[in-house]
Each structure stands twice: as C-alpha cells, then as structure tokens.
C-alpha cells in the first residue's frame, strides 16, 4: 500500500497510515484487525445505502448491469432512464420535470455550473478553497 497506492487528492504520504478496510456493515467500515469505523464519508460519496445493500436493489442492478450496464447521455436514451424522469416529474413540484443524468462527479459539476450561468447570466462561480471538482473543463478550473 505505502509503496504503490497514492492518494487521489492531496499528499501520497497521508495514505500511508490508513488501515487496510476487509467490509463493512450498514454504516461501519472493518479492517483486516476486526477494527470498526463509522464511515461519516458513505452518504456524501457513493454508498447512500450504507453497506448492507437490499437484497432488491443488488437484484435490479444486477438485472440493468446483464442488460445494459450503461449508455452516455449524449449518445442514447434508455427506457430505464425514460422512467426514471416520468415517475420524478411526478413527484416533484410541477416547474421540475427535466432530469439530467450524468456519468461522473466532473460531468454533473460541469452542467451545474453552466445551468448556474445560464440561469443567472454570471460568469463567475463561488467554490470551496482547496477541494477537488472533477477532470472537465470547468470542474477543473473551480478545483
């Protein structure tokens, strides 16, 4: 780990240290000792549904991931997708019901920020000091 792993955003030298995570559970993270953590990153990075994932969830990603695991935005539509925007425009307030779907981190920053351009006629954005945006155009000029 120390010889070959670096880190994705900021020193290598920090990930050193980091202990060596077997599974986790609901929101607890284990390590190869059988030590537990709270994993306060799991919400906020990309495991909403905590580690013990419904056995109907893992189905249909199963079942989507044997039939078509992805397709860009700009290339196709998908029923899935199609779906997906009818049954929100359903459920949200009436003056949103348009849905966009993007592939990465970089690629939603870098529509927020030209919907918040477009929307407000203002180049500028504001961003957090110090924080990683993405690999796009934009995203990488607010990082």
């Not at 969830?57 to 397709?71: A, F, I, N, W, Y």
């Not at 690629?107 to 351009?117: D, F, V």
């Amino acid at each position: 780990s120390a010889e070959h792993v670096m880190a994705t955003w900021g020193p290598s030298s920090a990930v050193k240290d980091l202990p060596i995570i077997s599974h986790g559970e609901g929101c607890y993270l284990y390590d190869v000792d059988g030590n537990r953590y709270l994993d306060w990153t799991c919400q906020a990075i990309c495991t909403n549904l905590g580690y013990d994932v419904p056995v109907a969830v893992m189905d249909s990603v199963s079942k989507q991931m044997g039939r078509l695991p992805m397709v860009y935005g700009g290339l196709g539509n998908t029923e899935i997708r199609v779906r997906l925007s009818a049954l929100l425009s359903e459920l949200l307030p009436a003056d949103i019901n348009g849905f966009l779907f993007p592939c990465s981190g970089a690629e939603a920053n870098e529509a927020a920020i030209r919907i918040a351009r477009r929307f407000t006629g203002r180049s500028k954005i504001i961003n957090q000091y110090r924080s990683y945006h993405g690999g796009t155009t934009n995203a990488l000029a607010a990082t």
